[in-house]
Protein backbone atom coordinates (compact mmCIF):
# COMPACT_ATOMS: atom_id res chain seq x y z
CA UNK A 1 0.00 0.00 0.00
CA UNK A 2 0.96 3.76 -0.36
CA UNK A 3 3.58 4.72 2.24
CA UNK A 4 4.38 8.12 3.41
CA UNK A 5 7.92 8.24 5.07
CA UNK A 6 8.77 11.43 7.94
CA UNK A 7 12.08 12.15 9.15
CA UNK A 8 13.65 12.76 11.39
CA UNK A 9 11.24 11.14 14.12
CA UNK A 10 12.43 12.57 17.00
CA UNK A 11 14.67 15.68 17.41
CA UNK A 12 15.78 17.67 20.77
CA UNK A 13 17.42 20.76 20.29
CA UNK A 14 18.35 24.23 22.07
CA UNK A 15 15.88 27.48 21.76
CA UNK A 16 16.66 29.68 18.87
CA UNK A 17 17.35 26.57 16.59
CA UNK A 18 15.89 26.09 12.84
CA UNK A 19 14.75 22.07 12.37
CA UNK A 20 14.27 20.48 9.14
CA UNK A 21 11.35 17.76 9.12
CA UNK A 22 11.26 15.68 5.80
CA UNK A 23 7.83 14.19 4.49
CA UNK A 24 8.51 11.46 1.12
CA UNK A 25 5.50 9.77 -0.52
CA UNK A 26 7.26 6.30 -1.66
CA UNK A 27 5.65 4.97 -4.14
CA UNK A 28 2.91 8.11 -5.20
CA UNK A 29 3.05 11.08 -6.67
CA UNK A 30 1.69 13.65 -4.27
CA UNK A 31 0.82 17.17 -5.78
CA UNK A 32 -0.65 18.34 -2.30
CA UNK A 33 0.88 17.30 1.08
CA UNK A 34 -0.57 18.28 4.44
CA UNK A 35 1.29 19.41 7.68
CA UNK A 36 -0.58 18.73 11.13
CA UNK A 37 1.00 19.54 14.98
CA UNK A 38 -0.47 17.55 17.81
CA UNK A 39 0.10 19.08 21.27
CA UNK A 40 -0.37 16.38 24.03
CA UNK A 41 -3.99 14.73 24.81
CA UNK A 42 -5.34 16.86 21.90
CA UNK A 43 -6.47 16.02 18.45
CA UNK A 44 -4.39 16.90 15.42
CA UNK A 45 -4.61 20.45 13.98
CA UNK A 46 -3.79 21.32 10.52
CA UNK A 47 -1.15 24.19 10.03
CA UNK A 48 -0.56 24.05 6.18
CA UNK A 49 -1.67 22.70 2.57
CA UNK A 50 1.94 21.91 1.06
CA UNK A 51 1.72 22.53 -2.78
CA UNK A 52 4.23 21.28 -5.45
CA UNK A 53 6.02 24.12 -7.11
CA UNK A 54 3.66 26.81 -5.46
CA UNK A 55 3.53 28.55 -2.40
CA UNK A 56 1.78 26.71 0.99
CA UNK A 57 -1.52 27.30 1.98
CA UNK A 58 -1.97 28.57 5.91
CA UNK A 59 -4.36 27.81 8.34
CA UNK A 60 -5.12 30.97 10.18
CA UNK A 61 -2.80 31.51 13.40
CA UNK A 62 -0.05 30.09 11.57
CA UNK A 63 2.96 32.05 10.96
CA UNK A 64 3.95 30.94 7.63
CA UNK A 65 7.42 32.86 8.24
CA UNK A 66 8.03 30.69 11.05
CA UNK A 67 7.12 27.29 9.78
CA UNK A 68 8.70 27.51 6.36
CA UNK A 69 7.13 24.88 3.42
CA UNK A 70 9.15 23.66 0.50
CA UNK A 71 7.44 21.37 -1.83
CA UNK A 72 9.46 20.94 -4.46
CA UNK A 73 9.18 17.71 -5.92
CA UNK A 74 5.50 15.25 -5.90
CA UNK A 75 7.41 13.48 -3.65
CA UNK A 76 8.69 15.13 -1.04
CA UNK A 77 7.69 17.96 1.28
CA UNK A 78 9.83 19.78 4.22
CA UNK A 79 9.09 21.72 6.69
CA UNK A 80 11.04 24.22 8.58
CA UNK A 81 10.56 25.77 12.03
CA UNK A 82 13.18 28.66 11.83
CA UNK A 83 14.19 30.00 15.75
CA UNK A 84 12.55 27.16 17.90
CA UNK A 85 11.41 27.96 21.16
CA UNK A 86 9.84 25.65 24.09
CA UNK A 87 6.30 26.24 22.42
CA UNK A 88 6.75 25.09 19.30
CA UNK A 89 7.53 21.69 20.90
CA UNK A 90 4.82 19.48 19.90
CA UNK A 91 4.10 16.59 17.25
CA UNK A 92 4.85 17.12 14.08
CA UNK A 93 3.31 15.00 11.17
CA UNK A 94 2.83 14.92 7.56
CA UNK A 95 0.06 13.47 5.18
CA UNK A 96 0.06 12.92 1.52
CA UNK A 97 -2.45 11.43 -0.78
CA UNK A 98 -2.24 9.75 -4.83
CA UNK A 99 -3.11 13.14 -6.51
CA UNK A 100 -4.01 11.10 -9.52
CA UNK A 101 -6.61 9.32 -7.78
CA UNK A 102 -9.44 8.47 -5.66
CA UNK A 103 -7.00 6.84 -3.12
CA UNK A 104 -6.90 7.91 0.96
CA UNK A 105 -4.55 9.96 2.57
CA UNK A 106 -1.32 8.12 4.29
CA UNK A 107 0.27 9.80 7.38
CA UNK A 108 3.79 9.91 8.16
CA UNK A 109 5.10 8.27 11.48
CA UNK A 110 5.94 11.93 12.67
CA UNK A 111 8.19 13.94 14.30
CA UNK A 112 8.75 14.39 18.21
CA UNK A 113 10.28 18.25 18.90
CA UNK A 114 11.55 19.06 21.90
CA UNK A 115 12.90 22.95 22.56
CA UNK A 116 14.96 23.14 25.45
CA UNK B 1 -15.09 21.86 13.68
CA UNK B 2 -15.34 18.47 12.96
CA UNK B 3 -18.47 17.07 11.22
CA UNK B 4 -19.06 14.33 13.58
CA UNK B 5 -19.49 13.43 16.93
CA UNK B 6 -18.33 10.23 18.49
CA UNK B 7 -18.38 9.06 22.24
CA UNK B 8 -15.12 9.68 23.47
CA UNK B 9 -14.15 6.72 25.08
CA UNK B 10 -15.31 2.91 25.18
CA UNK B 11 -13.68 -0.18 26.03
CA UNK B 12 -13.78 -3.79 24.72
CA UNK B 13 -12.82 -7.50 25.69
CA UNK B 14 -10.11 -8.88 24.23
CA UNK B 15 -11.12 -10.77 21.53
CA UNK B 16 -14.76 -9.19 21.29
CA UNK B 17 -15.98 -7.33 18.80
CA UNK B 18 -15.83 -3.69 18.84
CA UNK B 19 -18.19 -1.50 17.58
CA UNK B 20 -17.33 2.08 17.14
CA UNK B 21 -20.18 4.44 16.48
CA UNK B 22 -20.32 7.64 14.88
CA UNK B 23 -22.98 10.51 13.76
CA UNK B 24 -22.60 12.95 10.74
CA UNK B 25 -25.67 14.31 10.23
CA UNK B 26 -24.93 16.65 8.18
CA UNK B 27 -23.21 14.98 5.70
CA UNK B 28 -23.23 15.93 1.83
CA UNK B 29 -23.74 13.69 -0.89
CA UNK B 30 -20.29 13.34 -2.50
CA UNK B 31 -18.73 12.91 0.84
CA UNK B 32 -17.43 9.92 2.23
CA UNK B 33 -17.30 8.53 5.33
CA UNK B 34 -13.27 7.81 6.73
CA UNK B 35 -12.24 6.57 9.64
CA UNK B 36 -8.16 6.60 10.57
CA UNK B 37 -6.79 5.57 14.07
CA UNK B 38 -3.85 6.81 16.17
CA UNK B 39 -1.82 4.18 18.16
CA UNK B 40 0.11 6.33 20.80
CA UNK B 41 3.16 8.67 19.58
CA UNK B 42 2.47 7.46 15.71
CA UNK B 43 1.13 9.06 12.87
CA UNK B 44 -2.85 8.29 12.12
CA UNK B 45 -3.34 4.95 10.30
CA UNK B 46 -5.90 4.44 7.64
CA UNK B 47 -8.17 2.08 8.43
CA UNK B 48 -11.25 2.18 5.87
CA UNK B 49 -13.50 4.55 3.79
CA UNK B 50 -17.29 4.37 2.26
CA UNK B 51 -19.67 5.82 0.74
CA UNK B 52 -22.99 4.35 1.31
CA UNK B 53 -22.36 0.75 0.50
CA UNK B 54 -21.33 -1.00 3.83
CA UNK B 55 -17.38 -1.99 3.36
CA UNK B 56 -15.19 -5.03 4.51
CA UNK B 57 -11.19 -5.05 4.33
CA UNK B 58 -8.61 -6.99 6.38
CA UNK B 59 -8.96 -4.45 9.30
CA UNK B 60 -12.65 -3.74 9.77
CA UNK B 61 -16.03 -3.71 8.62
CA UNK B 62 -18.36 -0.13 7.79
CA UNK B 63 -21.45 -0.23 8.08
CA UNK B 64 -23.45 3.07 6.81
CA UNK B 65 -26.91 3.69 7.78
CA UNK B 66 -29.05 4.28 4.79
CA UNK B 67 -29.82 8.00 5.45
CA UNK B 68 -26.00 7.98 5.93
CA UNK B 69 -26.43 10.22 8.94
CA UNK B 70 -24.81 7.65 10.83
CA UNK B 71 -22.18 5.17 10.63
CA UNK B 72 -19.96 1.94 12.87
CA UNK B 73 -16.63 0.48 12.51
CA UNK B 74 -16.61 -3.06 13.95
CA UNK B 75 -13.54 -4.66 14.53
CA UNK B 76 -14.48 -8.27 15.04
CA UNK B 77 -11.77 -9.62 16.99
CA UNK B 78 -10.46 -6.99 19.18
CA UNK B 79 -6.98 -7.29 20.11
CA UNK B 80 -4.53 -5.27 22.82
CA UNK B 81 -3.11 -4.10 19.66
CA UNK B 82 -5.99 -2.10 18.74
CA UNK B 83 -6.12 -0.06 21.73
CA UNK B 84 -5.67 3.48 19.80
CA UNK B 85 -8.39 6.58 19.25
CA UNK B 86 -10.31 6.30 16.61
CA UNK B 87 -10.90 9.03 14.17
CA UNK B 88 -14.40 9.11 12.12
CA UNK B 89 -13.76 12.05 9.15
CA UNK B 90 -16.47 12.91 6.47
CA UNK B 91 -14.78 14.36 3.27
CA UNK B 92 -14.90 14.52 -0.23
CA UNK B 93 -12.65 11.60 -2.11
CA UNK B 94 -9.70 13.90 -3.31
CA UNK B 95 -6.03 13.81 -2.93
CA UNK B 96 -6.47 17.59 -2.39
CA UNK B 97 -9.24 17.51 -0.18
CA UNK B 98 -7.86 18.33 3.58
CA UNK B 99 -8.79 15.79 6.64
CA UNK B 100 -10.32 17.42 9.41
CA UNK B 101 -10.30 15.64 13.09
CA UNK B 102 -12.65 15.95 16.01
CA UNK B 103 -11.52 14.56 19.36
CA UNK B 104 -12.29 10.92 18.24
CA UNK B 105 -12.91 7.80 20.72
CA UNK B 106 -10.20 6.12 22.73
CA UNK B 107 -10.79 2.79 22.51
CA UNK B 108 -9.20 0.65 24.82
CA UNK B 109 -8.95 -3.57 24.67
CA UNK B 110 -8.25 -5.29 27.88
CA UNK B 111 -7.30 -8.49 28.35
Known amino acids: GAVVSQHPSRVICKSGTSVKIECRSLDFQATTMFWYRQFPKQSLMLMATSNEGSKATYEQGVEKDKFLINHASLTLSTLTVTSAHPEDSSFYIC????????????FGDGTRLSIL | DAKTTQPPSMDCAEGRAANLPCNHSTISGNEYVYWYRQIHSQGPQYIIHGLKNNETNEMASLIITEDRKSSTLILPHATLRDTAVYYC????????????FGKGTMLLVSP
Open chain 2, 89 to 100: IVRVASGYSTLT
Open chain 1, 95 to 106: SAGDSYSNQPQH
